[in-house]
Nanobody, 124 residues
Framework: QLVESGGGLVQAGGSLRLSCVAS????????MGWFRQPPGKEREFVAG????????SYADSVKGRFTISRDHAKNTVFLQMNSLIPEDTAVYYC???????????????????WGQGTQVTVSS
């Protein structure tokens, strides 16, 4: 089970740090990803990280502002979000890859376990 936290309401230009904790199983061998779903739109890729954190990838819209990381000791994945803009408003989901994570994955179908989501709202 994946549980996200850290969402909330923030003004444009502000920062938030999302966390995703896994319970019941280890995430160590899997790639992890963050996705978001803005109101009325489809779920979209935000950031991905491979099993050991050596490889990361980002959507163009968040490059240079967001950072994905992971802590194996805490079985947790993080998404540091800086310089937030209103267009970042969405429900944010973390996900676990279907296969062992030597690389990052950027499509919904590459993931088989999802958290319940955490709302991020950026006001202008």
């Amino acid at each position: 089970q994946l549980v996200e936290s850290g969402g909330g309401l923030v003004q444009a230009g502000g920062s938030l740090r999302l966390s995703c904790v896994a319970s019941g199983r280890t995430l160590h061998v899997h790639s992890m990803g963050w996705f978001r779903q803005p109101p009325g739109k489809e779920r979209e890729f935000v950031a991905g990280i491979n099993w050991n954190g050596a490889s990361t990838s980002y959507a163009d819209s968040v490059k240079g502002r967001f950072t994905i990381s992971r802590d194996h000791a805490k079985n947790t994945v993080f998404l540091q979000m800086n310089s937030l803009i209103p267009e970042d408003t969405a429900v944010y989901y973390c996900a676990k890859s279907r296969t062992y994570g030597t690389q990052t994955y950027e499509t919904v179908g590459d993931y088989d376990s999802w958290g319940q989501g955490t709302q991020v709202t950026v006001s202008s």
